[in-house]
């Protein structure tokens, strides 16, 4: 059978469609859809679930405005029709009515002033005092730009509530009443600044939805990328805001405390990415007094296609790096999809060596529960036990994006990103902020449009992993007023206003303003006879064996 | 426009992949603003909209094709046919030599669909079409740019398919096998299909031989409205109001649907009984608003004695073989390939 999948000389496109919208630019290209490319119109893979929305916008618009329909089909300026997005969107604004703010202008006569009508005005007086010198353009510039502003404001609230609307129709099933919402939305939206604020975050949630409700396409997978793709992610993630950095930093703290006097210790890495977090430790155990122990270092990342071993070259430069100062240092990989897949005897430890297990928002991703299997995260957490570990470091997403309501789960993770993307204004540097944008998208997509096993975002508060922890056999160890203060100021050095450190019964935490979005905490395993007995743990109640 | 004020847009969502419900979507909607409420056709938008490409004699992914007017009646064919095994001959068309002297290789007469108003021969959409087909099945395809209506109805675009038809069938450089022949299929979608079938008819009539017809849900219709048209109208992309529209552009003033270029097999049809018709691959699509029609056709073909073989298509959409991301797509060229090459 030959897939005939290549445009005639028109133009012919090469590579992959696929859902992700990251792409570097020079592959830009790549994401045109090839199929349509054949059929004589460029639409980008990425578009595609808009230029649908706006088609049918357009059909509900001609069916129910015969007027409209006539202009556009005698009138209206055909713009290049191959470019499919373009021409749908210039018939779209034919069709919509007119946005009502310039016509809230008046000049008043007497002093030549644009003066703003009171429904735009904001709460602050507003109408900036135009001095009669500056010329009519600059006058009405500087009243559009703050009546527009009005109207973000006034927008902006508008989307938010219309979002929750929309999530609301989703859960009660009135997908019709849903999609309409969701054509509203995105022409709310081309009358906002998407470039930050609401705007942005509002897109994305808008675009998740939307997935969400026309699941019949087949949307592809949302966790989508490949494996290398989200390493690049990850890393611009971590440069473009402090919350990887408070991560490794608080973890390496309390993995390096745990290993005091040992001489052989063995870090279990639960996500090595591009073992961001490692160099840290290595040179700290490097200056340790009394010498370095020995490190072994596992790594566990998913497979590498086409014949890269990714995590076996991580290995390399963190060996090089770790003889560079004379820390002896073996690594090894353990390539996995997901982490319930494997199994304790990959790890190999030897029951002399100290071992800490590190795990950086790696455990929600198994309380996604089969009914028919086992809990994956109670198998996990049971041979991480076995492992009779020094310390387990766990960081997660301080959120509760793990509720079975879709409405809660919802409303929670549109304030949880909110704040995320407010905490994200503070960084200038691109790429990295685009990039760490995509990032959170990609998280956004996941908890909202995803169901099932393809839902891996199952994040949950840091009460409820106490409760789980403790209930697993695990008991916390207190992170200590040192880490906290180190943290603080490695905040300070690195990261704007804004960003908070906080405790929380010997856990940290890192957030935005009064918000924390991420924790950090640190576990031992208790033998198994004290695990049979409900902890009290300090302020918390009682409580029993946790189930997953 | 609709009749009914309600727009079933949900139905057709969940049926077809993303991209092909934009590409069968945007054609609606272009079509929708082309066709004016008194039969008259804003031609100059849609050949300003219609996405056209043009011929390339240099092989890509093995097709190569060129454009070819026919002296006698100026009708533009335009050939595909497979790359040469040897690269010494890409870039050169040979009018002298034949396809082979030893294998068979089918021609395929193509009248592209476009409800014979819209669509030419070099709309890209039917341009990689062809070279689809030829790449599935080692065929060579001819598609023949008929004219289209309203500016020309009946009889026209079979007057210009059995011009083609004949134009092949006496091109040596078609000719294929030990004897020498052009080995001629007729084939359409939508309204070629229709075109397919009367000049197939006008062949058997004047004992000018073609192995096969394949029709690809055909444009039949009627008075009547079948059940399929009732049930499905406005469903799938497709309106009965539409349909109205352009068998009224098609058919000569004042006449009805029960004409027979319209119903074959209806009232005014004629029976096929005893003709030497070619054999038949009917391509139906489940979802396909005039289904009822295009059975009635293969009943009609059956009571004639004719050999006709039935693909029913049940969860596919009008158009589904536009792109190849859909096992209709991939059962199509199947079948279309054992067809052509099953009797040479």
Not at chain 1, 175 to 184: G, K, Y
Not at chain 1, 430 to 451: D, T
Not at chain 2, 211 to 229: A, D, K, V, W, Y
Request: glycine share 6%; net charge negative; aromatic share 10%.
């Amino acid at each position: 059978m030959v897939p005939y999948d290549s445009a005639t000389s028109a133009g012919s496109s090469s590579g992959s469609s696929s859902s992700s919208s990251y792409k570097p630019p020079q592959q830009q290209q790549q994401d045109i859809d090839r199929l349509l490319a054949g059929a004589g119109y460029k639409v980008r893979s990425s578009e595609l679930r808009q230029v649908a929305q706006r088609l049918e916008r357009l059909e509900i618009a001609m069916v129910n405005s015969p007027a409209d329909f006539f202009h556009l089909a005698s009138d209206a300026i055909h713009r290049n029709p191959s470019d499919l997005a373009s021409w749908v969107d210039s018939l779209l604004s034919e069709c919509t009515q007119p946005p009502t703010c310039p016509s809230e202008f008046i000049m008043d006569p007497v002093t030549n002033q644009a003066v703003v009508n009171n429904a735009w005005t904001t709460t602050e007086p507003h109408t900036p005092q135009v001095h009669q010198n500056i010329s009519f353009e600059q006058q009405s510039l500087n009243h559009q730009l703050t009546v527009v502003t009005a109207m973000e404001e006034d927008s902006g609230i508008r989307l938010v509530h219309m979002l929750m609307m929309c999530a609301e129709c989703v859960q009660r099933g009135d997908l019709p009443l849903a999609t309409s919402l969701i054509d509203d939305m995105q022409r709310l939206l081309m009358r906002v600044n998407t470039v930050c604020g609401i705007g942005k975050v509002a897109g994305h949630f808008i675009d998740a939805l939307s997935c969400r409700i026309f699941q019949g396409f087949g949307g592809g997978p949302v966790n989508g990328g490949s494996a290398y793709e989200n390493e690049i992610l990850y890393h611009h993630f971590y440069e473009a805001c402090p919350y990887l950095k408070f991560a490794h930093f608080t973890a390496n703290q309390a993995i390096l405390e745990a290993f005091d006097g040992h001489d052989c210790v063995h870090v279990v890495d639960f996500n090595l990415m591009h073992g961001l977090q490692w160099p840290a430790l290595i040179q700290a155990l490097a200056l340790r007094p009394g010498g370095p122990p020995l490190l072994r270092l596992t790594g566990i990342g998913p497979p590498s296609p086409d014949g890269r071993d990714s995590l076996r070259e991580i290995g390399l430069r963190l060996a090089e790096l770790a003889r560079s100062v004379n820390v002896r240092f073996t690594f090894r990989g353990v390539a996995a999809s997901r982490l319930e897949d494997v199994k304790p005897w990959m790890l190999q430890v030897n029951p002399k060596e100290a071992v800490a297990v590190n795990s950086i928002m790696q455990l929600h991703r198994l309380l996604g529960a089969d009914p028919t299997r086992n809990s994956p995260i109670q198998t996990v957490l049971s041979w991480i036990r076995s492992l009779n570990p020094k310390i387990m470091t766990v960081v997660e997403q301080e959120a509760n994006h793990n509720q079975p309501g879709f409405l809660d789960r919802f409303t929670e993770a549109l304030y949880y990103y909110s704040t995320m993307f407010d905490s994200l204004e503070a960084c200038t540097v691109q790429p990295e902020k685009a990039l760490a944008e995509i990032y959170i998208q990609r998280e956004i997509a996941n908890v909202v449009s995803c169901e099932g096993s393809a839902r891996v975002e199952r994040h949950e508060p840091l009460a409820k992993w106490r409760t789980r922890l403790n209930g697993a056999g695990f008991r916390p160890l207190h992170l200590g007023s040192n880490a906290f203060k180190q943290a603080s100021m490695l905040l300070t050095l690195f990261s704007a206003e804004g960003y908070l450190v906080e405790e929380n019964e010997g856990c940290l935490t890192l957030g935005w303003h009064s918000r924390p979005l991420i924790s950090a905490s640190a576990w031992h395993a208790v033998p198994d006879a004290a695990a049979e007995i409900p902890a009290w743990d300090g302020s918390s109640t009682i409580i029993s064996r946790a189930e997953s | 426009m609709a009749g009914s004020n309600e727009v079933n847009l949900n139905e057709s969502r969940r049926v077809v992949p993303l991209n092909t419900w934009v590409l069968i979507s945007n054609f609606k909607l272009a079509y929708n603003l082309q066709r004016r409420p008194d039969g008259t056709f804003n031609r100059d938008l849609s050949e300003f909209l219609d996405r056209k490409v043009p011929a390339n004699i240099n092989p890509v992914d093995g097709v190569f094709s060129f454009d070819h007017v026919d002296g006698g009646t100026g009708l533009l064919n335009r050939v595909y046919q497979p790359s040469s095994q040897n690269e010494a001959q890409w870039g050169i068309v040979d009018l002298e030599k034949p396809l082979s002297t030893t294998e068979i290789v089918p021609v395929i007469v193509f009248f592209h669909g476009g409800s014979f108003t819209h669509s030419s021969a070099n709309s890209a959409i039917y341009d990689t079409f062809c070279r689809r087909v030829v790449s599935f099945c080692k065929a060579v395809v001819v598609s023949v740019n008929y004219r289209r209506s309203p500016e020309h109805r009946y009889p026209c675009a079979y007057d210009d398919g059995w011009a083609a038809l004949k134009w092949v069938k006496s091109r040596t450089w078609l000719q294929s096998g030990k004897d020498s022949k052009v080995y001629v299929y007729l084939a359409g979608d939508s309204s070629g299909g229709n075109i397919a079938h009367h000049v197939a008819v006008r062949a058997a009539e004047a004992d000018v031989e073609v192995l096969g017809n394949i029709l690809l849900h055909p444009m039949f219709g009627g008075q009547r409205r079948t059940e399929s048209e009732k049930r499905l109208d406005g469903k799938y992309f497709v309106t009965l109001l539409d349909r109205d529209w352009y068998w009224r552009a098609y058919l000569p003033e004042g006449e009805d649907r029960d004409h027979p270029a319209c119903n074959p097999f209806g009232p005014r049809g004629k029976s096929l009984k005893g003709l030497k018709f070619p054999k038949s691959l009917l391509v139906v699509a489940g979802l396909d608003l005039i289904q009822d029609w295009q059975l009635a056709y293969v009943e009609g073909l059956r009571r004639s004695g004719q050999e006709v073989k039935l693909l029913f298509l049940e969860k596919a959409t009008i158009g589904f073989y536009f792109l190849p991301n859909n096992d209709h797509f991939y059962c199509l060229m199947e079948e279309i390939k054992n067809f052509v090459t099953s009797n040479c």
